[in-house]
C-alpha cells in the first residue's frame, strides 16, 4: 500500500503515464509468452507478416486475445466506477446489480436447452439476459429508488439467479461440461468477431465522462446536488444504464470474471481520488491491466494447461477483498 501511496503523491498526469508504461509492458508479455515463447525478434518479425509461424500464433490469437482483454477489463472496470458512483458505497459492482448474474442464467438456459446453439449466438443470449436482468430491477425498485434499495434489490435477484443456474447445473449433469467453461471466465477461443462485437459499446464513453461531475455531486447526497441543478434520479438512471450495457456486453463476450469490476475501481481511487474525471478513465486503465495480467498468469503458469482469467481475477481480487473488508472493520471500530 506504500507503493499505492508514492504513485498518488506522484499527481495524476505521472500516475496516468506510471499505469500506462505498466499497460504497455503486460501487453508486450502477453504477446510473447504462452505454450510457446518468443524472443522480441521474432514477435517482431510475426507482428510484420515477415515469419508466417509466428505471424499466424500473433494474428489469429494473442492479438484478438489481448485487444478483447484490454477491452473488456476496461469496460467492466469503467461499469464498477460508475455503479460505486450511483450506489454511493466503495464495495459495490455490477455483480450487486444482479447483471452479471442474469448474463450468467441466460447464457445456461440456452446452453442446457439448445445445445445445437451455435457458439456466435450465445454472446447475444447472455447479453439479453444481462439486459432483462436491469429491467427487472428496475422494475422491482422503481426509477428513483435510493441507492440502497437498489443495492439489496440487486443482492436478492442475484441470489434467486445464482439459484436458478445450481438448479439446471444439479438436474442437467449431461450438459453440464461447456455451461461450467462458460461460467468460469475465459478469454480462450475468442477471435477478432468477439472484439468487434464489443468496440461499439466504447461509444458509451462520452457519455460517462460527461456524466462525471454529476455523480461528484450526488456524493453529497440527493438533496444538495438537487440544490445545484442536478436531476438525481436521471443522473443515477443514465449512469446504470451505461454501466448496465458495459458489464453486460463484457459478460456476454467472455463469462463473468469475478471481482475485477469491485477491486479496479477502489485501487483507481486510491491513486486518483474519487473524482470522477480522473477516477474513471483510472480505473479502466488498471481493469485492463489486471484483466491482462489475469490472462498472462493462466497462460503462462502451468502449460499447456490453461488457467481461466475468471478463476485468476478471483485469486487476485479475493484477497484484497479481504482486506478491504478488515480495513473498513478496523476504522468503523
Known amino acids: ?121 450465445l454472446p447475444l443470449v447472455a447479453l439479453l439476459g444481462g439486459l432483462l436482468a436491469a429491467l427487472a430491477l428496475w422494475w422491482l425498485c422503481g426509477a428513483g429508488a435510493a441507492p440502497l434499495k437498489l443495492a439489496l434489490g440487486g443482492v436478492a435477484l442475484s441470489a434467486l439467479y445464482a439459484s436458478c443456474i445450481d438448479y439446471l447445473l444439479l438436474t442437467r449433469p449431461q450438459d453440464v461440461n461447456q455451461a461450467l467453461l462458460w461460467l468460469t471466465g475465459s478469454l480462450w477461443g475468442r477471435s477478432w468477431s468477439s472484439l468487434l462485437h464489443l468496440l461499439p459499446w466504447l461509444m458509451l464513453l462520452p457519455l460517462a465522462l460527461w456524466l462525471s461531475q454529476s455523480l461528484n455531486l450526488l456524493a453529497l447526497g440527493d438533496e444538495a446536488a438537487a440544490s445545484l441543478g442536478i436531476a438525481p434520479v436521471r443522473v443515477r438512471l443514465l449512469a446504470l444504464a451505461v454501466a448496465v450495457g458495459w458489464s453486460a456486453a463484457s459478460v456476454a463476450t467472455c463469462g463473468p470474471l469475478g471481482f475485477l469490476a469491485l477491486v479496479a475501481p477502489h485501487l483507481a ?65
Do not use: K
Not at 272 to 290: D, E, S, T, W, Y
Open 1 to 121: 500500500m506504500r507503493a499505492l501511496q508514492l504513485i498518488r503523491d506522484a499527481g495524476p498526469a505521472r500516475t496516468f503515464t506510471f499505469l500506462s508504461l505498466l499497460l504497455m509492458l503486460a501487453a508486450w508479455y502477453s504477446l510473447r509468452s504462452g505454450t510457446s515463447s518468443f524472443d522480441w525478434q521474432t514477435l517482431l518479425a510475426g507482428l510484420r507478416s515477415a515469419d508466417p509461424a509466428a505471424r499466424f500464433t500473433l494474428w489469429e490469437y494473442r492479438l484478438p486475445r489481448l485487444l478483447l482483454a484490454l477491452l473488456v477489463g476496461a469496460l467492466l472496470a469503467g461499469a464498477g466506477a460508475l455503479v460505486q458512483g450511483v450506489i454511493r458505497n466503495p464495495l459495490a459492482s455490477p455483480d450487486v446489480l444482479g447483471i452479471s448474474h442474469g448474463a450468467s442464467l441466460a447464457a445456461v438456459l440456452a446452453l442446457m436447452l439448445w445445445p445445437a446453439l451455435p457458439a456466435s449466438a
Open 269 to 333: 481511487r486510491r491513486l486518483v481520488g474519487g473524482r470522477h474525471q480522473l477516477l474513471l478513465p483510472a480505473a479502466m486503465l488498471i481493469g485492463a491491466l489486471l484483466l491482462t495480467l489475469a490472462d498472462l498468469a493462466g497462460r503462462v503458469l502451468a502449460p499447456p494447461l490453461e488457467l481461466p482469467a475468471g478463476i485468476m481475477t478471483a485469486l487476485l481480487g479475493a484477497p484484497y477483498f479481504l482486506y478491504l473488508l478488515a480495513r473498513m472493520r478496523s476504522v468503523s471500530c
